[in-house]
């Protein structure tokens, strides 16, 4: 008879590697982001700035001239989306496609938050993407939320005043 918990008792997993990066600003969830790839001229797109690290946003938000030049260059067809790839502290953070698609029950997809009218929804490409628009007075942040949270275990080391991040 097969014994599951007495093989999965002798199953060690190995230690993840994290990465720590030296956090910036009040609450120490601000990381430098060096570039970020996935979309454009020859499948990328690159972007410079910061990027907070938020398990209170749901998606990723960017900065609003970079999240309208990604939404003009993916076009209508989920099927041609490029994986993301944020590069922090020389470390590269892949987001496949399918983690920043979001379907409706009725089959739709959809792209949230317009760069003239906060609020629209476009039925047909759908990214989870949003203009951020809490940090105006840093406009080259991203927000990186559950969409870049489920791919990877965050460790916030308030004492230390670093994030870390590893594969999940």
Not at 4 to 16: E, G, L, T, V
Not at 41 to 68: H, I, K, Q, W, Y
């Amino acid at each position: 008879m097969y014994d599951a918990f007495s093989s999965m008792k002798n199953y060690k997993p190995s230690d993840p590697e994290v990465s720590f990066i030296l956090a910036q600003g009040n609450y120490g969830t601000r990381a430098p982001l060096n570039t970020a790839t996935g979309v454009g001229e020859n499948g990328s797109l690159v972007m410079f700035g910061g990027a907070l690290v938020d398990t209170g946003t749901s998606s990723l938000c960017g900065p609003r001239s970079m999240v309208t030049n990604i939404h003009s260059l993916i076009g209508a067809t989920i099927m041609t989306l490029p994986p993301l790839t944020f590069t922090i502290n020389g470390i590269d953070y892949p987001v496949p496609t399918q983690t920043y698609i979001q379907k409706e029950p009725l089959g739709y997809c959809w792209v949230e938050g317009s760069p003239d009218r906060p609020g629209w929804r476009l039925h047909v490409s759908s990214l989870r993407f949003q203009v951020n628009t809490d940090l105006m007075d840093e406009p080259e942040t991203w927000i990186l939320g559950d969409v870049f949270l489920r791919l990877y275990f965050s460790v916030f080391d308030q004492e230390n005043g670093r994030i870390g991040l590893a594969p999940s």
